[in-house]
């Protein structure tokens, strides 16, 4: 039961990183109104947290490996805590970009801590079941931010928002300072990362074909996530609240998607759930574009399929890159989750690019472009490899 709770535990704060990353994104029109600054700037606020918190995954493993786990994670927390108070209180978008960075400097530690420590704690099937309720979660995180973010900002505004984050932070620093033991293993400082080992799996073709849909799905998605505010208030006029309103099917379909996609690959080989359920995905953002602008229910169910599409396809991911490469499993996960981190950053960045004059078919068939280009190239690379080394 103890380790049941030091699992949530470790996952809340692992959920934090993408919560964090998108809890403000349905007021960004507002934030950008406040700050009297132009969209790419405010756009850039959501990509430099993004761009930081995959960084220090590379700095953060070793560390973690070498100090142990709550000296990693506790002055995380502690940095994420007083970054947020300084982002409620930013004068300028140049101040709160500095902020930003800061909360990503402090909030990455969750991510590499929480795995870590669900490795210490669970072992056999234990471990699979434990993994599973942290991906969850994890995936929760920058779909659940913008519904939250969404009833926050609209009543207290963006300074609302991230005094939410405060609180979050505190609470999370002093649960874990009590509830979380050392679990790092008194013999073994644990693997390190080296340059010979990311080759060897951006080499293989598994390896590279999963990292490359990582970086194209979550590009893609976070396209969604940024400029769906936009084109709810410029298309259908909604208020901030109603804005988090639409979210909320979006995160509720992921979920759905997360638990069905575990299951297909029962009756699926994995190499062709990942092809299948990646095709798919690249549908639903086809049918987005022919109906968003219909009426907002059709944009609501186009949002549900997306959902389901993308959720589908993340557990297989992670299946492939367990099988695969079982000396360098750690090492091949990291280097999919920086780059599905690269691929979030890329969306608000190219996609404030794309998206002037509210072309909505322009940055959606872009995306919808490469996802499809990158299908078609997983494909061919996954044809005829075995399923283990």
């Not at 988090?244 to 297909?264: E, N």
């Not at 472009?369 to 061919?380: E, K, N, P």
């Amino acid at each position: 039961m103890k380790h049941r709770v030091i699992l949530y535990l470790v996952a809340f704060a692992a959920f934090l990183g993408p919560f964090t990353q998108t809890i403000y994104t349905p007021i960004l029109p507002e934030v950008q109104g406040h700050f009297a600054t132009t969209q790419f700037l405010v756009n850039l606020s959501i990509s430099i947290f993004t761009i930081v918190l995959a960084a220090m995954q590379i700095v953060y493993g070793p560390l973690t490996d070498r100090k142990g786990r709550r000296y990693v994670l506790l002055p995380g927390i502690f940095l994420y805590t007083l970054a947020s108070i300084g982002c409620a209180f930013a004068p300028s978008i140049e101040t709160l970009l500095i902020f930003r960075s800061l909360q990503a400097v402090g909030i990455a530690a969750g991510s590499v801590v929480a795995t870590t420590v669900i490795g210490d704690l669970f072992s056999g099937k234990e471990r699979g079941r434990a993994m599973g309720t942290f991906q969850m979660l994890v995936a929760l995180g920058p779909v659940l931010g913008p519904v939250i973010g969404g009833f926050v900002g609209g009543s207290f505004g963006s300074r609302g928002v991230f005094f939410v984050l405060v609180a979050t932070g505190l609470l999370m620093l002093v649960l874990n300072w009590r509830l979380l033991p050392e679990t790092k293993p008194e013999t073994g400082g644990g693997e390190r990362f080296g340059l010979a080992d990311f080759a060897r799996i951006l080499r293989d073709p598994t390896g590279h074909s999963v990292v490359l849909l990582g970086f194209v799905q979550y590009y893609t998605f976070y396209n969604f996530l940024v400029f769906l505010p936009d084109i709810l208030t410029d298309t259908y006029g909604l208020t901030a609240e109603e804005k988090g309103i639409v979210f909320l099917p979006l995160s509720l379909s992921l979920v759905a998607g997360t638990y069905l996609g575990g299951r297909i690959q029962e009756r699926i080989p994995p190499r062709k759930s990942l092809v299948l359920t990646a095709g798919l995905n690249v549908v639903s953002v086809l049918v987005f574009i022919l109906a968003a602008h219909l009426s907002l229910w059709t944009l609501v169910v186009t949002l549900i399929l997306f959902g389901i599409c993308l959720g589908l396809s993340l557990p297989v991911q992670t299946t492939l890159l367990s099988e695969r490469f079982v000396r360098e499993r750690a090492t091949a996960i990291g280097v999919y989750n920086f780059s599905r981190y690269m691929g979030m950053a890329a969306g608000p960045l190219l996609g404030s690019l794309l998206y002037q004059g509210s072309r909505l078919g322009v940055l959606f068939g872009f995306a919808a472009l490469l996802f499809g280009a990158v299908v078609l190239f997983a494909g061919r690379q996954l044809k005829g490899t075995e399923s283990t080394r």
